[in-house]
């Protein structure tokens, strides 16, 4: 759907595609820097202690890709830094298609959607650990929520590349419980077949992913009708 002409939006005059504004690039960098310290100083926390267990920098590693946080937040990495660096290449190009960003926007909302309503009472981090944790769950899903509202200009959605967005969580959920069949670990309680068996496990997967269409169908809806509201001057 495109914009009225006497309806200007901000997102649409500066968005980075190919001349980039300042405010929206410093922000994409900020993105893309706390991402990569949380993910840095996350990889560095699980590898040091699977390495006080006896285990391998090797099974940290495998350790570590077995969260969809840590996986959200290299995504949220890669796509910011493209957004912010000069230059357009093929990985830019990519990742400023709008949705494309919207959907990684959508990945990292629903992490930490997921985290702060089913998980944050299971643990209480302290020091470090608690502004690696806050920074995964909370700070660069915010941010990443500002930068699509006022940089991602709206977009004509096509179903097929909205289905397109379904493959990440689905992969990663078909991947997680082939690996926890395997292995026996099992990252998050709420898919742990061994505790809950498959029927369970099931139901509450196909809770999250209904949670996720409507985060999806919410996104939409903003982007078709909600940001001329937003951002009209």
């Keep these: 759907m495109s914009t009225p002409k006497n309806e200007p939006t901000l997102s649409a ?20 820097v706390i991402s990569w310290f949380a993910l840095s100083a996350q990889t560095d926390i699980t590898i040091d ?4 267990r006896g285990l391998t920098v090797m099974d940290g590693v495998e350790r570590l890709t077995s969260y969809l946080t840590n996986l959200t937040i290299l995504l949220s990495a890669v796509s910011f830094s493209a957004l912010a ?17 919207t959907a990684v926007v959508a990945y990292m909302i629903f992490v930490g959607i997921a985290y702060n309503l089913l998980l944050r ?11 690696v944790n806050e920074s995964l769950h909370t700070v660069t899903p915010l941010l990443a929520l500002v930068y699509w509202i006022f940089f991602v200009p709206r977009f004509q959605p096509s179903l097929k590349k909205c289905l397109l967005w379904l493959v990440y969580p689905l992969g990663y959920l078909s991947i997680t419980l082939w690996r926890g069949g395997s292995s026996g ?25 209904a949670g996720f269409l409507v985060l999806m169908g919410l996104l939409l809806v903003i982007n078709n009708t909600g940001k001329n509201l937003l951002l009209r001057r």
């Design 13 to 32: 005059e500066i968005f980075p595609d190919r001349q980039p504004n300042t405010l929206s690039c410093m922000l994409a960098l900020l993105i893309a």
């Design 121 to 131: 009472q299971l643990w209480q981090p302290t020091g470090f650990r608690a502004l």
């Design 85 to 101: 660096l000069p230059g357009v290449n093929q990985v830019s190009r990519f990742f400023r298609k709008p949705q494309v960003i």
């Design 49 to 52: 202690r699977l390495l006080d």
């Design 185 to 209: 670990f099992y990252p998050y309680p709420f898919i742990n077949v061994r505790d809950l068996g498959y029927p369970h496990v099931l139901l509450n997967a196909t809770g999250l992913f």
